[in-house]
């Protein structure tokens, strides 16, 4: 079981940069892959970015070159460091786990923190 918890969302403005934290519970956390996802107001959940356990890291298109994520195993954290806002970066920001390699399809993770919110104000 791994119970997970974001924080870090707010509303800022656009350029400006942001940090969302997810911290996990579990012992496993260390072996599973960790990524974000996000869901705007009447779009469908989407793929930001994710890290296994090495550290490699895949990102979205739309995020590349803006956002970066990294995970703290000793302390059961992943971040997402969000740089350059924009307007279309304003979404509910989920963490989400899973025990194999990160994919881009939300179906297959098992576990879902509550989301943290973030709006770029243009």
């Known amino acids: 079981q791994v119970h997970l918890v974001e924080s870090g969302g707010e509303l800022v403005q656009a350029g400006d940069s942001l940090r969302l934290s997810c911290r996990a519970s579990?012992?496993?956390?260390?072996?599973?892959?960790i990524s974000w996802f996000r869901q705007a107001p009447g779009k469908e959940r989407e793929f930001v970015t994710g890290?296994?356990?090495?550290?490699?890291?895949y990102y979205a298109d739309s995020v590349k070159g803006r956002f970066t994520i990294s995970r703290d195993n000793a302390e059961y954290t992943v971040s997402l460091q969000m740089n350059s806002l924009k307007s279309e970066d304003t979404a509910v920001y989920y963490c989400?786990?899973?025990?194999?390699?990160?994919?881009?399809?939300?179906?297959?993770?098992?576990?879902w923190g509550q989301g943290t919110q973030v709006t770029v104000s243009s």
């Open positions: 890290i296994i356990w090495s550290g490699a890291t």
């Open positions: 989400a786990v899973r025990a194999g390699p990160v994919v881009y399809s939300k179906n297959s993770y098992n576990y």
């Open positions: 579990g012992r496993a956390f260390p072996t599973y892959s």
